[in-house]
């Protein structure tokens, strides 16, 4: 006999419970299948963002930022240390306490809201007299029907054609979260989000890292004058950034990874790490899904197609987060699901993409909001920019950490705020702001005149503000 609800949701990942709480909020009777499993096998809610991704990752940048601190900047403090070492495994322990803490609160938050938990892979078997019936196959299989179903499957890994991973030597993401020791060299494919992250973590642990990266320019996405003040930053740190390079032949033995490359005057080259993480990039994970058993339509990539309010081909069934277009982002996902469970419960709710804040959490962090200075040009729109750097924030000299600026960009002739592109301290803080600001179509001017507190890093998004009029303050 199959379980009847009104919505199912397929994953439990920032999407997914996101949307199944809210939708319990809102009245329905929901459930929610996931099937990521702990160490001991029990369940792990949070997708990949809990379990492999943005916190297990924060986690270890928290613990190497402790180790780079005490290795090179306490004495500035006064503060001595002797016999400093790093326990790899205790950091990573940590790690996986943290992950097991964030897993227990959504499994609690679904009690909480009367969310039905299902532990396994949910596979679609056909449509049903209301709605569609749905398979469950973990330690017990389970029929559920729904009237509505939201599929959040989130995304996976994309390996290099012809190199797969096997978490030894060649690392996705997962196996890079995995280390129990600090390679003596590190390779990564790809100057992305999860390549910087990682080989920030490892590179002030002590790995002599080395990213190679295909395209010409560093962080194309960021405004180029954020990019390039990061990448002056990493440099200084030691990172090794190759551009423009062409990655040939991968191969492994008992020593490591060895890797053929053309660099970016095509000059053949060879590094040899002990460690190679690839991240470039993710695509959608609708393995297994069994979407053509109810026509579920899939573009080119295998993300399911869907309109702007997250509507798939069939009625009745959405998808939001890394399985459908946009930024796979953690919050774009949480902000889809939400709009969604409203959208089924007749309200009618928007997601804003050009206010979805990105942030990459090295050091210095960075974080953006809106439009780049580039793109304003390419699309021949007139606008204003204003910069301020942290040298001249009284915080940020008592921090001991003056890398980086604020820089806003505002319309020409309305001064509405068209982008804020932050490198530098609490960047991933700082941003929010931001976002408020521009989600209100706030001009420069407001931003300008509202009253920050002192000494504050937020001073500098008031004077970057006071910059686009030329009015700064403090620079």
């Not at 996705?172 to 129990?180: C, E, H, K, V």
């Not at 931001?434 to 500098?460: G, Q, Y």
Request: charged share 20%; proline share 3%.
């Amino acid at each position: 006999m199959s379980k009847q609800f009104d919505v199912i949701v397929i994953g439990g990942g920032p999407g997914g419970y996101v949307a199944a709480i809210r939708a319990a909020q809102l009245g329905k009777s929901v459930a929610c299948i996931d099937e990521w499993k702990n160490s001991l096998g029990g369940p792990a809610p949070g997708g990949t963002c809990t379990n492999v991704g943005c916190i297990p990752s924060k986690a270890l940048l928290q613990s190497s930022e402790h180790y780079e601190q005490a290795s090179h900047h306490f004495a500035d403090h006064g503060i001595a240390v002797k016999g400093l070492s790093m326990d790899v495994a205790k950091m990573v322990a940590r790690k996986d306490n943290v992950v097991k803490q964030n897993n227990d609160g959504i499994l609690y938050l679904f009690k909480k809201n009367k969310v039905s938990f299902f532990h396994g892979r949910a596979s679609f078997v056909k449509a049903a007299a209301v709605g569609y019936e749905i398979k469950v196959t973990g330690a017990a299989e389970e029929s559920l029907t729904g009237g509505q179903i939201i599929v959040a499957t989130g995304s996976s890994a994309r390996a290099l054609p012809g190199t797969p991973f096997d978490e030894h030597h060649i690392l996705s993401n997962d196996g890079a979260l995995r280390l129990t020791a600090v390679p003596k060299k590190l390779g990564l494919i790809g100057s992305g989000v999860i390549g910087l992250e990682m080989g920030s973590v490892w590179r002030r642990l002590g790995s002599e890292v080395t990213l190679l990266e295909g395209l010409p320019t560093f962080l194309g996405a960021v405004d180029e004058q954020i990019a390039k003040e990061a990448k002056k930053a990493f440099d200084k740190q030691g990172l090794k950034i190759e551009l423009g390079v062409q990655v040939g032949d991968i191969k492994t033995d008992k020593k490591g990874v060895s890797i053929a490359y053309s660099n970016a005057r095509g000059e053949a080259q060879t590094l040899q790490v002990d460690k190679l993480i690839i991240s470039i990039g993710r695509v959608a994970n609708t393995t297994g899904l069994n979407a053509e058993a109810v026509g579920l339509l899939l573009d080119e990539r295998g993300a399911i197609v869907v309109d702007d309010d997250c509507k798939t081909n069939l009625p009745g069934v959405w998808a939001v987060g890394d399985v459908v277009r946009g930024p796979m982002l953690a919050h774009k996902a949480e902000e889809e699901g939400v709009a969604v469970a409203e959208r089924i419960a007749g309200q009618h709710p928007h997601v804003n993409f050009n206010t979805v804040p990105w942030v990459i959490y090295t050091n210095p962090e960075i974080a953006w909001v809106g439009q780049t200075e580039q793109q304003l040009k390419a699309a021949g729109r007139a606008y204003k920019a204003g910069t301020f750097p942290f040298l001249a924030n009284g915080r940020a000299r008592a921090l001991g950490d003056t890398t980086g600026m604020v820089k806003m960009l505002a319309d020409a002739q309305s001064d509405e705020i068209l982008g804020v592109h932050i490198v530098g301290p609490m960047a991933s803080e700082l941003i929010a702001e931001c976002v408020m600001a521009m989600e209100f179509r706030a001009s420069s001017e407001d931003i300008a005149r509202i009253c920050h507190a002192h000494p504050s890093l937020s001073e500098s998004t008031k004077e970057a503000a006071l910059a686009v009029a030329k009015r700064t303050l403090n620079f």
